[in-house]
C-alpha cells in the first residue's frame, strides 16, 4: 500500500513540473512574439504610425475605379483609438457606416494589416479580417501588404490585392491605396495636420 502510494505521488509530482515548465516556457515565447519586430523598417513604420495616436483626422477620396462605388460625397473620417506595443487600430467611418476598422498588428515578429468589419452590435461580417503581412519592399514611411491566403480564399479575385499605406515623411498625410493585379482601385488621403475635436 505504501509502494502504491509513493508510486502515485511520484507520479503527481512530476506531472505538476512538468507542466509549469511548459507554463513558463509559453509565457516566454509569446512575449517575444508580441514585442519584438524581425523588420527594422517594420518596427520604424509602426512606431511612425503610433506617433498620430490618440487623433481622428478627416480625409478625401482622390480616386475609385469603376470596380467600386465612390464614397467622395461622405465624410470620410479615421480615428487612431489604441495603441500598444502589439496593435494600432484604426477605426475608418465612411459617413455614418462605422463599420471598418484597420488593424496593425505585430504576430510572429512580422507586421501585419488586418481590415476588421463588423456591425452596429459587434456582429462580425461575413467579409472580415483579411489582408495581409508587409513585404520586404516598404520603408519607415511606406508599407505594401500583399494578400495572404485567407484573404484570396474570402475575396473574389482577391489575391492579387495588394494594399499600401503610407505616412509622408514630413508627417502631414496618411494615405490608404488598394490595387488588384497592378491596377489602381482606390485611394484615400488623410490630412494629419488638422486633426479633429
Known amino acids: 500500500m ?76 479615421m480615428h ?3 495603441c500598444e506595443e502589439d496593435k494600432i487600430h484604426i477605426p475608418f467611418h465612411i459617413g455614418e457606416d ?4 484597420w488593424m496593425f498588428l505585430v504576430e510572429d515578429g512580422k507586421l501585419r494589416l488586418r481590415h476588421d468589419h463588423r456591425y452596429d452590435d ?17 520603408s519607415e514611411f511606406t508599407q505594401n501588404f500583399p494578400a495572404d491566403e485567407y484573404s484570396a480564399k474570402l475575396i473574389e479575385d482577391g489575391g492579387g490585392n495588394l494594399w499600401t499605406v503610407t505616412l509622408s515623411e514630413d508627417l502631414c498625410t496618411y494615405t490608404y ?9 482606390w485611394r484615400v ?6 486633426p479633429l475635436q
Do not use: M, W
Not at 491605396?177 to 482601385?185: A, I, P, T
Open 122 to 138: 459587434g456582429t462580425p461580417h461575413d467579409e472580415t479580417l483579411y489582408g495581409g503581412y508587409a513585404d520586404d519592399t516598404g
Open 177 to 185: 491605396r488598394l490595387e488588384r493585379d497592378g491596377e489602381k482601385r
Open 2 to 77: 505504501k509502494k502504491h502510494l509513493f508510486y502515485l505521488l511520484a507520479i503527481t509530482i512530476l506531472f505538476a513540473a512538468c507542466g509549469e515548465s511548459q507554463k513558463q516556457e509559453y509565457s516566454g515565447e509569446k512575449e517575444t512574439k508580441t514585442t519584438e519586430f524581425v523588420s527594422k523598417t517594420h518596427e520604424a513604420f509602426f512606431n511612425n504610425l503610433a506617433k498620430l495616436c490618440g487623433n481622428t483626422y478627416r480625409g478625401k477620396e482622390i480616386y475609385r475605379s469603376h470596380h467600386g462605388e465612390s464614397v467622395a460625397e461622405y465624410d470620410l473620417i
Open 189 to 194: 488621403d488623410f490630412d494629419l495636420t488638422k
Open 80 to 82: 487612431v483609438t489604441v
Open 98 to 101: 462605422k463599420s471598418r476598422t
